[in-house]
């Protein structure tokens, strides 16, 4: 069975920065991994997609160049480095997984494994 536990999330002020990780288990090289984040009555929003191998990586526009995703395959972990955060970047970030059959999916419904959810709090 696919795990994934996120942690490293927090406090933080405008400007600063936080990483927050994921472990995850029951996965091999080729799946898709990525960082959604969701605030109360809102979508969860796709923010970072990792292909397998990382060859290619998305970012949504509201967190490029700011925001890196990242995967230590000797841990098997996968990482969100936040960067310049503003206050707007406060959600539950949540990381996702999909075994790849194409392109890396960017919404919430066609990944298949999620863990449980790490808060950020940017003031």
């Known amino acids: 069975d696919v795990q994934l536990v996120e942690s490293g999330g927090g406090s933080a002020q405008a400007g600063g920065s936080l990483r927050v990780s994921c472990a995850a288990s029951?996965?091999?090289?080729?799946?898709?991994m990525a960082w959604f984040r969701q605030v109360p009555g809102k979508e969860r929003e796709g923010i970072a997609v990792?292909?397998?191998?990382?060859?290619?990586?998305y970012y949504a526009d509201s967190v490029k160049g700011r925001f890196t995703i990242s995967r230590d395959s000797a841990k098997n972990t996968l990482y969100l480095q936040m960067n310049n955060l503003k206050p707007e970047d406060t959600a539950m970030y949540y990381c996702?997984?999909?075994?790849?059959?194409?392109?890396?999916?960017?919404?919430?419904?066609?990944?298949?494994?999620w863990g449980q959810g790490t808060q950020v709090t940017v003031s």
């Open positions: 996702a997984t999909k075994l790849s059959s194409g392109p890396c999916p960017r919404d919430a419904p066609d990944y298949a494994n």
């Open positions: 029951g996965i091999d090289s080729r799946y898709c």
């Open positions: 990792r292909y397998p191998g990382g060859f290619f990586t």
